[in-house]
């Protein structure tokens, strides 16, 4: 009479067994990479059409998400003006690239990437804090306001670490800016945590964490 042999101890179902868990994490891994794509995608359901920059944007907490998320709302003008789907790109393209041609990840952080030497930019349009930039620098809106700091940043000292000058053109800071924005505007669960204080806490004398 033949021995039994247990299916645990066969090489054949250990085969076949490995075949089948790496088949399905294959077609897992497709389906995945695909809706990653289809969140992360400009105009995606992540990631905001370049438009957005001619909304409000604020950041409001979610009990169901359990951290705060972007709200777009009304609309409003960006430099006084409100920008085309082609305009805005092209102005988010050259802001960009001008955050890449001035190294700001040495300093700074978008993103979950770069250094932690100076404040995170992922909300800086966000930070209350513009309010009082305005008054100092007589700026009608926060956009004028972040433009010109950026544009000479030594004349309006903001932190300990002091910005230097890195020769900003007027419509280079224009696209910076709006390149911030429209980064604001990205649902990124909650990232960077610890960032939002609500402007509430903030007039109440608070601390606004970058």
């Known amino acids: ?107 700074h952080t978008l993103l979950g990437n770069g250094a932690y030497y100076a404040p995170d930019l992922t909300k800086a349009w966000l930070d209350p804090k513009w309010k009082d930039m305005q008054a100092m620098i007589g700026a009608k809106t926060r956009e004028e306001a972040m433009a010109k700091f950026l544009q000479h940043p030594e004349m309006y000292p903001t932190h300990e670490r002091r910005m230097p000058n890195l020769h900003i053109t007027p419509e280079e800071a224009k696209a910076l800016v709006a390149f911030l924005k429209h980064m604001s505007s990205i649902d990124t669960n909650g990232f960077p945590r610890g960032f939002s204080k609500t402007v509430k806490d903030f007039e109440a004398g608070g601390t606004y964490a970058h």
Not at 54 to 74: M, T
Not at 76 to 81: D, I, N, P, S, V
Not at 85 to 90: D, F, L, N
Request: charged share 25%; aromatic share 10%.
């Open 1 to 107: 009479m033949a021995k039994s042999h247990s299916v645990w101890t066969s090489i054949r179902f250990w085969r076949q067994s490995a075949a089948w868990v790496t088949g399905f994490a294959v077609v897992l891994l497709i389906l995945l990479t695909f809706d990653t794509m289809r969140q992360i995608k400009m105009g995606g359901k992540r990631v905001p059409a370049p438009t957005v920059i001619n909304h409000h944007i604020d950041y409001k907490y979610s009990k169901k998400r359990g951290h705060e998320v972007p709200v777009i709302g009304k609309k409003e003008l960006f430099f006084g003006k409100e920008w085309s789907p082609k305009e805005a790109a092209a102005l988010l393209h050259k802001g960009k690239l001008t955050e890449q041609a001035k190294n700001c990840m040495d300093c």
